[in-house]
């Protein structure tokens, strides 16, 4: 399963497409737990003091948020694309 | 409405009214319509620009900055010589010289919970061209309030994120509930930002902000528009209302009164 991270997210990983070790039958969380145990830094900028995803990290998978369904628990199929991202400000 | 183009206006604008989905009336909805633009630096440049090219009768601007030598690369409606005026001063001088059809109304303030609500009551459009999430939760949370469509924009480097927050469609709090806390998402000054990245945001903010005067097309409404310089791709995202938001729910504020803006920008349950 790949990871696509944007903005900082993606520094943080040192990548923008990062490969994770989950296959259809695991979660999206599964795959969250994969990325983010590979990359600690980011773990640190989207996971709060309860180790719980921060409200403005949004999860999608194929494009569709996962958070307007089943959430982390979400099952995967194989070949999701799955992205992280954060909200920017700049202007 | 009464269709009052004279023939300046006439020549002026015919690449509009030529066409069957502008045409004399919409035209004339520009004329007679209004957008305040939060922010008249990178993003808020370009539309200017264009909102001011197309006529649309009244802009106002929000800026309590001066113009800065590093803001030139990309804040394209400043000049070398505007360097250490108001940016709301710069942006009039612009369009007074661009098009007479325009008035521009500067404010040269701060966006704060005393000013944002009655500014924002009063224009057909906002533009959120800010630069901090703690402005960008008071347009989202004042506009909706008072049934404002925002047209928003935000960038990263080489990335960019629009949507249409419309009074019927999801808010930008559906979407992110509450900003990340300061320092955790770092800004321009520190990270830099190409200079042609807002050009590019702003005019899709610019096109949006059109169409809601226009009432015409299919704005971003409950999508996210991801651009990405570097790769040079757009991609959008479906994103819905959320029943539980504290501003479009089920159970919604109807003031900004005791909001915290300067954290995580959180509305107390």
């Known amino acids: 399963m790949e990871w696509k991270l944007f903005a900082d997210l993606a520094e943080l990983a040192g990548d923008r497409h990062v490969s994770v070790d989950a296959d259809a039958g695991d979660t999206v969380g599964d795959a969250l737990d994969e990325l983010l145990s590979a990359h600690p830094p980011l773990a640190d900028r989207v996971l709060d003091d309860d180790g719980d995803l921060r409200d403005h990290i949004n999860v999608l998978r194929n494009g569709e948020n996962v958070f307007a369904d089943d959430g982390l628990e979400t099952v995967l199929d194989g070949g999701d694309e799955l992205a992280l991202f954060p909200p920017v400000s700049g202007g | ?269």
């Open chain 2, 1 to 269: 409405m009464s269709l009052s183009l004279d023939s300046t206006q006439l020549d002026r604008y015919s690449r509009h009214i030529i066409m069957d989905e502008v045409g004399p009336e919409g035209q004339q909805k520009l004329l007679d319509g209004s957008a305040l633009v939060v922010g008249a630096g990178g993003l808020g440049a370009p539309v200017i620009q264009y909102l001011a090219a197309a006529g649309v009768g009244r802009i106002g601007v929000v800026d309590d900055d001066v113009v800065e030598r590093s803001n030139l690369q990309r804040q394209v409606i400043h000049a070398d010589a505007d360097v250490g005026i108001p940016k709301v001063e710069s942006a009039k001088k612009f369009v007074e010289r661009l098009n007479p059809d325009v008035t521009v109304e500067a404010h040269e303030t701060r966006l704060d919970t005393d000013n944002v609500e009655e500014l924002v009551a009063d224009y057909d459009v906002v533009v959120d061209a800010s630069d901090n999430f703690p402005t960008r939760y008071m347009v989202n949370d004042a506009a909706r309030i008072h049934d404002v469509p925002v047209a928003h924009g935000a960038i990263y480097k080489f990335e960019g994120q629009v949507t249409t927050l419309t009074p019927d469609g999801p808010c930008y709090r559906c979407l992110f509930r509450e900003a990340p806390e300061p320092g955790t998402v770092p800004d321009c000054a520190t990270t830099g930002v190409l200079g042609v990245l807002p050009g590019t945001v702003g005019c899709i903010q610019a096109t949006e902000a059109m169409k809601l005067l226009l009432e015409t097309g299919d704005v971003l409404e409950g999508r996210l528009l991801f651009y990405d310089a570097m790769d040079m791709t757009f991609e959008t995202v479906p994103y819905r209302e959320n029943p539980d938001c504290p501003v479009c729910g089920e159970s919604a504020i109807d003031s900004i009164e005791g909001i915290e803006y300067s954290g995580g920008c959180t509305i107390a349950d």
